[in-house]
């Protein structure tokens, strides 16, 4: 008897495992930047932080199943106002970051000549791009080569499509495929490493989006979800991200 007493006793007095302080879901080309953030935020705070990368269009799904997070941040803005219209975002706590600007990136040597968003479309290159109803990329490449009237004849030469912007540099690293359209910011471990090379496209042919953040409603912990908001969108956060080849926002 007195065993099952000191036995309860030192169960009782075992803590409960405590899940992170904070949950963040992020679009997966953002991991470069978030991760420095991630890990310098919880050193100032001494709290832990859990982050979920994956396509914007993977975790905008998952709150729509009511898998909560406390902070929200996709990589295009339209995830963001969509999840605004549903109800699932904070009033008043969505900050724009910074610009993600799309590029096309090309393997070492450009094997493919890709000098142009045409040159896409040529039945000679084999080329990869996002899948629309996963990624942001995916997304915006489809609305850039709309405006360029590209789309139909590109989407002819895509070899094989990706779920998230990562993945499609992956291809491009590895020679599968001749060409891709991702973010710039994206081809900066790749380009530094000698395995790619960026073709910009033209600012009056481009669609550039900014990578918004927000609080959501379903956070158990939006004081702290907050502070986290604010200090990824702070100057010294701004620095990180800007060494990861993102552009400030200015507007």
């Not at 993977?58 to 963001?80: H, N, Q, S, W």
């Not at 600007?101 to 450009?110: A, F, L, M, T």
Request: proline share 5%.
């Amino acid at each position: 008897m007195r065993f099952l007493y000191v036995l309860i006793l030192s169960l009782l007095a075992i803590p409960a495992w405590a899940g992170p302080d904070l949950t963040i879901y992020a679009g997966a080309g953002l991991m470069k930047p978030m991760e420095i953030l991630r890990a310098d935020f919880e050193k100032e705070q001494g709290v832990t932080i859990k982050v979920h990368y994956g396509g914007s269009g993977e975790i905008f799904g998952m709150l729509g199943m009511g898998r909560c997070c406390d902070v929200f941040i996709p990589g295009a803005e339209k995830y963001t106002n969509d999840a605004k219209k549903n109800g699932w975002i904070k009033p008043g706590t969505d900050r724009k970051i910074v610009k993600h600007i799309p590029v096309i990136v090309v393997p070492k040597g450009n094997p493919g000549n890709i000098k142009t968003l045409a040159d896409l479309g040529r039945s000679d290159v084999k080329i990869t791009l996002g899948d629309p109803k996963a990624c942001a990329i995916g997304k915006i490449s489809k609305k850039l080569l709309e405006k360029n009237k590209l789309y139909d004849q590109v989407k002819k030469q895509v070899a094989v499509s990706g779920p998230t912007v990562n993945q499609l540099l992956i291809y491009v690293a590895m020679n599968r495929v001749q060409a891709a359209i991702i973010w710039e910011d994206v081809v900066a471990w790749a380009e530094d490493k000698g395995k790619v090379e960026v073709i910009r496209i033209p600012e009056q042919d481009n669609v550039i989006k900014t990578v918004p953040s927000s609080v959501t409603n379903c956070s158990k912990n939006q004081v702290l979800a907050q502070k986290f908001n604010d200090y990824i969108a702070s100057d010294k956060a701004i620095e990180v991200w800007e060494k990861w080849g993102f552009k400030r926002c200015t507007d």
